[in-house]
């Protein structure tokens, strides 16, 4: 039998710089340290204003340039395909037409899901699209997750089809993070960091209403907030437009200009250094689509303390009173007072500091991440059999 020793690798590569982009971005550098024939194909849209989840004419173009380049990629010979999974109606048609052409030649599956929420898509979806949800899905061989707390998320699939592995997220081996914890004393300022997309259901407005708190309080805080302004489906796109200005005006308004800057997309040594500057991290998000931030992952390498939800899979990144705190959703109030404490106990800081880098390296560092997915690729490559896995 011919054997699966070729790789498609189907994903969002940057820019736009996104936690997905950077993880299928890493998934190459993998594949090729490995030294295994691959070829990617781009589905990533290149306009970084665009609306999540929402596919108009100029989107469409981009994916049925994509899916030509995928067929050249499959109809010669039998392939494992890698495909990262969306959970909106336009993606999954997107994914359905995939996955179910190349099924027709007898390739194999590996499929990641990079989020969470995938079960309110498939629970908001009609009786039709269920079974199609539930038809395309059953062709992998692999489903892989990003924490053991997102598994449940796929209760309607067979148990043992797609086999289920939890693969975490990870940062690469480049980056600049201080890879060290902090020492902080009475006193000194505080610098608190958001690094994410700037969604509502992230709760960035959530931070910075804490800030206000703060300051009121005479606490010598400052905050960054780095990122996109995005929205979600079916959020009209003159809301959109208009949040970073709604933002920007708030921080004017609230005379904060020299305590609340804004970054908008940052990476490289621009990023590394404003991560290294910080003392907290604060992702207060309830976005529908959280999975296991790399933001986060990025921060406990720094050593940073986290302040954020306990929510999707972030439970696996923090512990709460041990290298961070959870605060429920909508709660600037609570922010302000974890951060008021750690600005008081520099002591207590400095204990949250070090479990966060020892939790990094006990979990997440590259070298783990890249044995779990090669390991993926090689099942695959040395059984004929899809049911033997």
Known sequence: ?????????????????TGQSAAFEMLMQFIQQ???TYFVVDIA??????????????????????????????IFSRKIIYLSIAPSKAGFLRDFLFINFAALFKHKFVLQYHGGGYDSFYNNSNPLLKLLIRF?????????LLSEYLRN???????????????????????KVSFKSRVRKVGEPISVLYLSNLIDSKGYFDLF???????????????????????????????????????????NDQSLNGSIRYFDVVSGQQKEQIINESDIFVLPTYYIY??????????????????TTEYRGIPSLV??????????????????????????NPSEYNRLSLQSLEMFNSSFTVDMVQEKMISVFQSLMTVNNRDML
């Open 319 to 344: 512990n709460d009173g041990v290298n961070g705190f959870f605060v429920p959703p909508k709660s600037p109030q609570k922010i302000a007072e974890y951060i008021k404490f750690l600005y008081e």
């Open 1 to 17: 039998m011919e054997p699966y020793d070729q790789i498609v690798l189907v994903g969002h590569l940057p820019p736009p710089k």
């Open 136 to 144: 395309t899905l059953k062709k992998a061989d692999i489903l892989i």
């Open 209 to 251: 209403e804490s800030i206000i708190l703060l300051r009121k309080m005479g606490i010598d805080v400052a905050a960054n907030f780095c990122g996109a302004f995005m929205t979600v489906e079916d959020t009209p796109e003159s809301i959109s437009n208009t949040h970073r200005e709604i933002f920007i005006k708030a921080v």
């Open 290 to 307: 959280e999975g296991l931030p790399i933001s986060i992952i990025e921060a406990m390498a720094s050593g940073l303390p986290i302040i």
């Open 45 to 74: 849209s290149k306009n970084i204003h665009r609306t999540v989840g929402k596919y108009d004419f100029n989107r469409m173009i981009e994916l049925l340039s994509s899916f030509r380049s995928f067929l050249g990629h499959i």
């Open 34 to 36: 490995k030294g295994f």
């Open 153 to 175: 998320q796929f209760y309607f699939l067979p148990f043992e089809r797609p086999k289920q592995i939890v693969v975490q997220n990870c940062i690469s081996k480049e980056s």
